[in-house]
């Protein structure tokens, strides 16, 4: 019961919504929603959407070795990798196949010049029904957080 309420939420705002426009949706979701089926309801109804993923049991290495295989590197500077890239996902319970976008960064030295003992890796993925540049999908996403930080910022204010 509890999983319908999501569902049910969206449909409200998607109906609501296409009262008011018939422009194409975007929804962008933090990767406490990257369930298939949220996924699932959003390629049903024809709702484009960047979902941020939740990277559970995988290791940062193994994408890693993704980026490195198949992304495109840029060293911002001297110990930082930065790959960006995207793949096609697919699983047996998603509607059709989605892309996952990534951003791998891979330190091996501070900013302040401190060396690692070990590489440090960081890890985004991002679920899409977007064909934009991966880039794109990541400063899109980013977005979203300068909209919760704008209310945020507001429930603050006493007005």
Request: include cysteine; glycine fraction near 4%.
């Amino acid at each position: 019961m509890c999983k319908r309420k999501p569902l049910r939420f969206y449909l409200t705002v998607w109906i609501y919504t296409r009262r008011i426009t018939d422009a194409p949706l975007l929804v962008r979701m933090d990767a406490g929603n990257d369930a298939l089926e949220n996924l699932n309801i959003c390629l049903i109804e024809n709702v484009d959407f960047i979902v941020k993923r939740n990277l559970r049991r995988e290791s940062p290495e193994e994408w890693l070795m993704i980026a490195k295989r198949d992304g495109l590197c840029c060293e911002e500077r001297e110990g930082k990798r930065v790959y960006l890239g995207a793949m096609t996902w697919s699983d047996k319970k998603l509607e059709r196949p989605i892309r996952a976008v990534y951003q791998v960064i891979e330190r091996t030295i501070e900013a302040d010049g401190q060396l690692l003992l070990t590489p440090r890796i960081e890890v985004q993925v991002f679920f899409t029904t977007l064909t934009c540049s991966p880039w794109q999908v990541i400063c899109l996403y980013r977005d979203h957080a300068t909209s919760e930080q704008f209310h945020s910022c507001q429930k603050k204010i006493k007005f």
